[in-house]
């Protein structure tokens, strides 16, 4: 397995994806690509201009979104949803990729990052010559937005995602959940839970331009204390665990591995990306670290170059 282990890796081949679009409803073709070493998580906008395609999935080009994990370029060029994919290519140990997407965000899939996940474990991973670089968190960092909302990251060997969430529709109410990522945990525990939302919110957030591809087939939607899609929910605690798994997925805008403790109430994209954000620049408060030694930016650390990394 790809977690628990020193080196970089990347896709063994190229994954296509075709589906819609969770906010925009529009049909989006995808490409997952292969990638050297150091490459990160790129993705190319492949519906604009060659020069102004690339935008890095790093903190330091993430922007403001509503309900979603949004990434811009210096050129102004943009891609929103992307935080089920970096989920699955954090989960799985996919260090070094290329996304190819031929519109203004990624498509939703089910919902979840089983699809991706599926598609990863089908062409497999293959292991590169360079070893991985860990974000480690020295020291402990909070953030907090008006709503009541927090985030706190401290020092831990081993990334761990701790969260509550809590939500009026008794349906979904008051839950925790506890990961510890490792060797097949994002698979077996967060891979397949899905993104949810209560119904009274779905009139709101058409009326508002967003969510106009969901649908039972992509979201688990609540109403009055029931859970609307025929088959019920997938496992226990779906809710919370989506929402860890958006958290992975947010972290990994770190550009790498993070080994930290995140314990979150109330987490959500906008609580999530301040915290990277914040923390990326903060350089008193984490290291980035190969073979237990320090790697400083004048030692080699770059971010993701913007026009760099061709596909292999
Ligand atoms: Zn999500």
Redesign the pocket.
Known sequence: MFIDQPFQTTLRSKIPFEDIGLHSGRYVRAVIRPAPANTGIIFRRIDVEESRQTVPAHAEYATAARL?TRIQNDSGVGLETV??FM?AFAGMGVDNAIVDIDASEAPILD?SSKPLVDAINRVGLTILTLRRRYFVVTRTLQVKLSCGAWARIEPSDKLEIDIEIDFEDVAIGRQNYLYRHGNGKFEAELASAR?FCQMRDVEFMQNAGLALGGSLNNAVVVENGVVLNEDGLRMENEFAR??A??CL?DLYLLGMQVKGKLTSFRPG?ALSTKLVQTLWRDPMAYQIVEDNLPITVSEGYTLPEVAAAAAV
Do not use: N, S, Y
């Open positions: 979603c935080e089920h989920a919902g993104t989506h929402k798994l958006d997925g994209h």
